[in-house]
């Protein structure tokens, strides 16, 4: 596509719940990235995708927090058992290369647990 | 690790003045690349200005430009002109040219842009 697609652009789900969100990278971009960003506050890297490389996921604040990709495609995140702190707008980026180029975002999924 | 440090969380300026916005990175490698990101309320991150660090020239986009001081690991965003549409949150962020973890893409924590009428 043109750029990075993710969706569903806003959820609302119930505490407890399990959610999915996507990402559609850049196609050939072989280096994807979630962050999360609370209320006003900055970028928190969560994981990082490199081709078939095994994903860093040095970020994942707990385990009911995963991610999968499938080759150089498409991405999910899912939160497991969803908490209020959960509540946050969740970025998808990605770069053609792994270094040196800039990352592309998506516009974001607006996660609110209520 | 890399660190990028942004020191102003919010700035604010009268449109049609220029405003810098301060950004320093910690580093002990010599080949890499800079940036600054705009995020509007929509969300959506927009990519200002972009930096190698090989190249001493600083990098200018119409009424952004930067001031890179490689030596002091220093790279300040100014923008010229300043517009209501200027007004977002502006990240600054460093990227290896080589391996590492996080992708070695290191943002800093914002600085929050306004523009007064």
């Known amino acids: 596509g043109a750029g990075v697609s993710q969706s569903p652009s806003n959820k609302v789900t119930e505490k407890g719940k399990d959610v999915e969100l996507r990402c559609d990278p850049i196609s050939g971009h072989t280096a994807l990235y979630w962050y999360r960003q609370r209320l006003g506050q900055g970028l928190e890297f969560l994981i990082y995708f490199q081709g078939n490389s095994a994903p860093d996921k040095s970020g994942l604040p707990s385990d009911r927090f995963s991610a999968e990709r499938t080759g150089e495609s498409v991405s999910t995140l899912t939160i497991q058992r969803t908490q209020q702190e959960d509540s946050a707008v969740y970025l998808c980026?990605?770069?053609?290369?792994?270094?040196?180029?800039?990352?592309?975002f998506g516009q974001g999924t607006r996660l609110t647990v209520v | 690790a890399q660190t990028v440090t942004q020191s102003q969380p919010e700035m604010s300026v009268q449109e049609a003045e220029t405003v810098t916005l301060s950004c320093t990175y910690d580093t002990s490698e010599s080949d890499y690349y800079l940036f600054w990101y705009k995020q509007p309320p929509s969300r959506q991150m927009i990519l200002v200005i972009r930096?190698?660090?090989?190249?001493?020239q600083n990098a200018t986009e119409n009424r952004f430009s930067v001031n890179f001081q490689k030596a002091a690991k220093s790279f300040s965003l100014k923008i010229s002109d300043s517009q209501l549409g200027d007004a977002a949150m502006y990240f600054c962020?460093?990227?290896?040219?080589?391996?590492?973890?996080?992708?070695?893409?290191?943002f800093g924590k914002g600085t929050k842009l306004s523009v007064k009428p």
């Open positions: 980026a990605s770069s053609y290369t792994p270094f040196g180029t800039e990352a592309f």
């Open positions: 962020a460093y990227r290896s040219a080589y391996g590492g973890s996080q992708g070695n893409l290191i």
């Open positions: 930096q190698e660090a090989y190249k001493q």
